[in-house]
């Protein structure tokens, strides 16, 4: 009947990363890991209901930016 849409992790995409200078990255990354810790905590506790796809989609986040840090480093 009716679809209920799922409130998901708005995904952070490579080419707006790119044009955060490094303050800004090194910031999203601090809020990401913090929300990360948060939900695995939960996940242990066994709290977590629907955003266990959360979890996936944080750590695809934190791993984008540390590859975009790593370019940057390397100057690619």
């Known amino acids: 009947m009716f679809k ?3 409130k ?4 952070l995409k490579s080419d707006e990363l790119r044009k955060l200078n ?5 910031g999203k990354l601090f809020e990401l890991r913090a929300e990360l810790v948060k939900l695995k ?3 242990a506790r066994g ?3 629907k955003e266990t796809g959360k979890i996936r989609a944080i ?5 984008r930016i540390i590859t975009i ?3 940057r480093k390397l100057s690619i």
């Open 8 to 11: 998901e992790v708005p995904k």
């Open 22 to 26: 490094d303050e800004e990255l090194q």
């Open 59 to 63: 750590r695809r986040a934190i791993a």
């Open 4 to 6: 209920r849409r799922k």
């Open 47 to 49: 709290t977590l209901k």
């Open 69 to 71: 840090m790593n370019e």
């Open 41 to 43: 905590s939960a996940a």
